[in-house]
């Protein structure tokens, strides 16, 4: 049969990367020869073989070209001894024979270890078994997956256990503690206290195809409240702490399963590190309520642990160290014999860590007689990571208060009073607080005044009696905490101030009224004219109004209200003072004409309002129109209440105003309202819709063909184009599909002007933005010219020049100039050489003219003659051919 070069790379190569010694043994195998070969066919196949391991070698870096290297070495020497022997078929089978003669006392032996060390669990995991075949390349992984059969070993496929609870190492400790208390073996049996039947957690479904227990938020609430309604006890007191533990945790993210689990994996683990049989582990696994199934498989699923046979004793002392098992560690401690060499330095751990122990906790006692709460707790948490198991570590924790809480504040804001903090520095969590509220001092504890609040939240709010001087203190508590010391506030006292003051100037009186807290003793009313500032004029005042009745028309009046309270001791107490202004004058009539019409100034796009008139308006922009109808007087708040004022400078134009505003986008409506003594009245309203105007328009002039382009605003989707040229204009109405790369129009000589606007279409209609304009200039007039002698011998060697000059098109008003330029250079302009002629008239097509100039005398070869117009600006001169312009 033919050779397979992939088939072996994958059945012999790739598993002999794993090897760390010799080669294996079996011939046969490494070669792969079949039964049934014949001598040809041997030999063929050897070829191939060895073919192969060259071309792999030759990458010597990798592991697979190391294997080949080591076969080839190997091969050599074996034809070296066997020679031609190795393409006879009875050499190979003699080599086969000899090699199972060989693995039978090896195969035997790894028989009777499987039996041993795993036939107590009676399960094998594929892992487990990788890692006996990789140590024994001998037998094989087939014979290695044999001889566990023949063990008695189910092979299983091992699961991943959790390695840690998901708590913190205090909450972790003060959970087993509350279980011990409650009489709850574990996690498991606090949430289903009355579980009658084996359950499985290491798989989702137990041997009877009964589904996995329910470990969840529900779970745990049910289980909360048949605690809360159990009468009291020791062991409900303890289940109620841990359902408690169970519940913060799951409040943050704990998977209540993987604890479970995790439990049941740290107490079978610490009876496998004790030193356990196998077969006793599953017993008890078995009888903390796993199924026999789930519990072989958890037992067979055990990472090699601490305390495991392979472990030496002072390994087993270091790592409870680290792990935070002090107890454990002096345990494994005092099992470590005095003779053994490293008993000096592990023994010096233990007490270094049993020192830094007792100081912490010398110092949380120190800080909590201090008061310092958070400090205490902070140092009994540094104290549980080295000896978590220590469950009183966890009471004391429990026993001390919260730290109180942090940068408490108390501020008045009207009628009431806005309180904030900080959370406490503390692990603890479900933090409850409790806002209370005295007379005068501090509350010193959770019971003592009045209570503003219990909550969760960092803030509360308070309406205490007004004129009275309060404090308050927040006090912090959590599940199976003391309540914490107090953290107070400053002093603080209500005086609210008059509030919906509204003043109604008119031409001969103003009314003022207002709203006072029901606290208030009165109101007291004062007046200033033309200032807010100064000792001003007791105005009477009635209940919650007055009328006062000297006033000065037009004139700016300030009236300044302060409620008064009366204290506890009788005496009176000020409230913040409100200042209010009216200027008292007749009554305002209705705008009836405003409008708005888009305009552009200086290059910017605004909105021109004008109405007639010249009293004060104020003008205010809102989506949607006024409820009010025109001609109503409402309060100055409530206009103001209206929409977004619409800025700019009013300027008077022939008796009425003029107001420029920017112009936003989109549709709005615009309504004036003239403000007078008893208010502001409602005026006629204008709608005007504005779209967004495109940006950077250009105009690009290609002979008789004028291209425009221009960006989008994205809510634009058409656009408005005017073309303007002397010819006449031209509209159109292009899309976004339309417009591709730009919008092209006919130019002639005369140019034209370009406007673009923007067309929006919404809810509200058709809005068109201001345009934006580009101009593309005329083509200039051209004036050509020629300079030549009169006709005739006599005129050869004459100065005199004959200017012959014609036009295109009409030029008035035309100004030519003829200048010699000595040099090779031709002059660019008429300032580059010597005045010759000046001529000057009209000119029109089909009619030239001429005139005369006179070269100097002094001119010599080589110089330039050439013509400029001066005026115009929009006429050029033509040149005739060089050999006429250039006297050489």
């Known amino acids: 049969m033919p050779f397979d070069p992939v088939g072996y790379e994958r059945d012999v190569l790739k598993p002999l990367r794993k090897l760390l010694g010799a080669l294996p043994g079996d011939l046969v195998a490494r070669y792969a020869v079949e039964p049934g070969m014949d001598a040809a066919q041997l030999e063929r196949h050897l070829r191939a073989v060895r073919a192969l391991w060259n071309r792999k070698q030759a990458n010597g870096q990798t592991s697979l070209g190391r294997v080949c290297q080591q076969l080839i070495s190997a091969d050599e020497e074996l034809k070296r001894t066997a020679g031609a022997r190795m393409t006879d078929p009875a050499w190979w089978r003699e080599q086969a024979r000899g090699y199972e003669g060989r693995l039978k006392p090896q195969y035997e032996q790894l028989v009777r270890d499987l039996r041993a060390s795993y036939g107590g669990g009676g399960r094998v995991t594929r892992a487990q078994l990788d890692l006996i075949a990789g140590t024994r390349a001998e037998l094989g992984a087939d014979r290695v997956a044999r001889a566990a059969r023949e063990a008695g070993l189910t092979v299983v496929d091992g699961v991943e256990l959790p390695t840690e609870p998901g708590l913190d190492r205090t909450a972790w400790a003060d959970l087993r503690e509350q279980l011990r208390t409650a009489q709850a073996p574990t996690v498991v049996h606090l949430l289903h206290p009355n579980l009658g039947r084996p359950f499985a957690l290491v798989r989702r479904f137990d041997v009877a195809g009964m589904p996995a227990l329910r470990l969840d938020a529900s779970t745990l609430s049910a289980r909360v409240q048949e605690a809360e309604r159990t009468a009291d006890s020791p062991a409900v007191r303890a289940r109620k702490a841990a359902l408690a533990i169970l519940r913060t945790g799951a409040d943050r993210g704990l998977d209540l399963r993987t604890l479970a689990l995790f439990h049941l994996v740290e107490l079978v683990r610490t009876m496998r590190d004790a030193g356990m049989p196998e077969a006793l582990l599953v017993t008890e696994a078995t009888g903390l309520g796993l199924t026999k199934d789930d519990a072989g498989l958890l037992v067979a699923s055990l990472p090699p642990g601490r305390g495991g046979a392979a472990a030496r004793p002072a390994d087993r002392v270091r790592e409870h160290l680290a792990a935070g098992e002090l107890a454990a560690a002096r345990s494994a401690l005092a099992g470590l014999p005095a003779a053994d060499p490293e008993h000096a330095a592990v023994s010096a751990q233990v007490a270094a860590a049993a020192d830094r122990l007792a100081t912490l906790l010398r110092e949380a006692q120190a800080a909590a007689t201090a008061g310092r709460d958070g400090d205490a707790e902070r140092l009994l948490r540094e104290a549980a990571t080295i000896d978590a198991a220590d469950g009183t570590l966890a009471t004391q924790l429990r026993r001390l208060p919260v730290a109180a809480a942090l940068d408490v504040t108390a501020s008045v804001a009207g009628g009431t009073v806005r309180l904030a903090w900080r959370a406490p520095l503390s692990g603890a969590t479900d933090l409850r607080y409790r806002v209370l509220r005295a007379e005068g001092r501090v509350p010193a504890h959770e019971r003592d005044g009045v209570v503003v609040a219990d909550t969760a939240a960092a803030r509360a709010e308070d309406t205490p009696p007004v004129a009275r001087r309060v404090r308050y203190a927040v006090f912090v508590t959590a599940p199976d905490r003391a309540w914490s010391r107090a953290a107070g506030t400053g002093e603080v006292e209500l005086l609210p101030p008059v509030v919906d003051v509204l003043l109604l100037g008119h031409a001969d009186h103003v009314v003022g009224s207002w709203q006072a807290h029901p606290g208030a003793a009165r109101v007291r009313v004062t007046r200033t004219v033309g200032r807010p500032q100064g000792t001003g004029t ?210 002639g000589a005369g140019g034209g002007t370009a406007e673009v606007r923007g067309v929006s279409v919404g809810s509200h209609g058709r809005a068109v933005s201001l345009p934006v304009t580009a101009t593309v200039g005329g083509l200039p007039a051209r004036v050509g010219y020629t300079i030549g002698r009169r006709p005739g011998l006599r005129h050869r060697l004459s100065r005199q020049r004959i200017v012959t000059v014609s036009a295109d098109r009409p030029c008035a008003g035309l100004e030519l100039v003829v200048v010699l330029a000595p040099g090779i250079v031709m002059p660019s302009t008429a300032a580059h050489g010597t005045e010759l002629a000046r001529w000057t008239g009209d000119l029109t097509p089909g009619a030239p003219a001429t005139f005369e100039l006179e070269l100097p005398a002094s001119a010599r070869a080589p110089y330039w003659l050439r013509c400029f117009v001066t005026r115009p600006a929009d006429v050029v001169a033509v040149d005739p051919p060089i050999n006429e312009l250039k006297v050489a």
């Open 538 to 747: 007791a105005v009477e005042s009635a209940g919650s109004s007055f009328t006062d009745t000297d006033v000065t028309e037009g004139v700016e009046h300030f009236y300044a209200l302060t409620a008064i309270y009366r204290a506890a001791d009788g005496t009176e107490r000020h409230a913040p003072t409100v200042v209010g202004s009216v200027v008292p004058r007749g009554a305002a009539t209705a705008v009836e004409d405003l409008a708005a019409v888009p305009v552009t100034v200086a290059g910017r796009p605004l909105l021109r309002l004008s109405w007639s008139g010249d009293g004060e308006v104020v003008v205010r922009r809102a989506d949607t129109a006024p409820g009010w109808p025109v001609g109503q007087t409402i309060e100055i708040n409530t206009m103001r209440g209206y929409g977004w004022p619409v800025p700019g400078h009013r300027r008077l134009v022939d008796g009425g105003s003029v107001l420029d505003t920017d112009a936003p986008s989109g549709h709005f409506v615009y309504v004036p309202f003239a403000v007078g003594g008893t208010g502001a009245v409602v005026g006629r309203p204008v709608t005007i819709g504005l779209s967004t105007p495109v940006r950077g328009l250009r105009a690009r002039r290609s002979g008789d063909r004028v291209v425009l382009s221009w960006e989008w605003p994205d809510e634009v989707g058409l656009a408005e184009v005017t073309w303007t040229t002397p010819d006449g204009t031209e509209t159109r109405q292009v899309s976004r599909a339309q417009y591709a790369d730009g919008c092209a129009f006919p130019v």
